[in-house]
């Protein structure tokens, strides 16, 4: 079935840089596109950005200066990574298959990211 | 970006009907796609998809949940509420994408 699990530091440094890992079964991310989701704890979610199926990527333009994301589609993984870190970045983040409606209709559990010194 | 309100909170009884809004500040709507999605969260959960495309109920999601609208004003209707349905329920658009952008979530309630 369709699983889609991310990974990374719960604890990050200000001004350090974010390194999650979102896995993925049941679907090829050949076939499927795949966003990336945070959210603050008590607010609504932010879209950040998108690996496409294709391999381009499209990102929040408030974001964009400070977020990157790839993938290995041997691993069946999609990376992202975002630099100079701040308290306000504190959130959980998911990672949500796109099937091309618009939402995403499997997300992850979410990891939990604390900015903090 | 295309802002998307919601009211903070409705509170409702159960078996009765939840009427949801969220208000557009432009039109997410393209030719017969109306582009409006709908989730559920329950606290430290994902949020859920239940409703996408404004009207088309996701694999899974009971009938008692449907949604309708088109241009800047949708609705989300549960009918009826049951005690397994309270929980966040957040708007998201994709007609102008990047970025998506969510609502920022109404809390049902039982009154």
């Known amino acids: 079935q369709v699983q889609l699990k991310e990974s990374g530091p719960g604890l990050v440094q200000p001004s350090e840089t974010l390194s999650l890992t979102c896995t993925v079964s049941?679907?090829?991310?050949?076939?499927?596109?795949v966003s990336w989701v945070r959210q603050p704890s008590g607010k609504g979610p932010e879209w950040m950005g998108r690996?496409?199926?294709?391999?381009?990527?499209a990102y929040n333009s408030a974001l964009k200066s400070r977020l990157s994301i790839s993938r290995d589609t041997s691993k069946n993984q999609v990376f992202l990574k975002m630099n100079s870190l701040q308290t306000d970045d504190t959130g959980t983040y998911y990672c949500?298959?796109?099937?091309?409606?618009?939402?995403?209709?499997?997300w992850g559990q979410g990891v939990m990211v604390t900015v903090s010194s | 970006d295309i802002v998307l309100t919601q009211s903070p909170a409705l509170a409702v009884s159960l078996g009765q009907r939840a009427t949801i809004s969220c208000r557009a500040s432009?039109?997410?709507?393209?030719?017969?796609?109306?582009?409006m999605h709908w989730y559920q969260q329950k606290p430290g959960q994902q949020p859920k998809l239940l409703i996408y495309?404004?009207?088309n109920l996701a694999s899974g999601i009971p009938a008692r949940f449907s949604g309708s609208g088109s241009g800047t004003d949708f609705t989300l209707t549960i009918n009826p509420v049951q005690a397994d349905d309270i929980a966040t329920y957040y708007c998201q658009q994709s007609r102008e994408s990047p970025p998506w952008t969510f609502g920022g979530g109404t809390k049902l309630e039982l009154k």
């Open positions: 690996m496409w199926y294709d391999g381009d990527t």
């Open positions: 495309r404004a009207s």
């Open positions: 432009q039109s997410v709507s393209i030719s017969r796609y109306n582009l």
């Open positions: 049941g679907f090829s991310l050949t076939s499927y596109s």
């Open positions: 949500t298959r796109d099937p091309e409606l618009g939402a995403g209709d499997y």
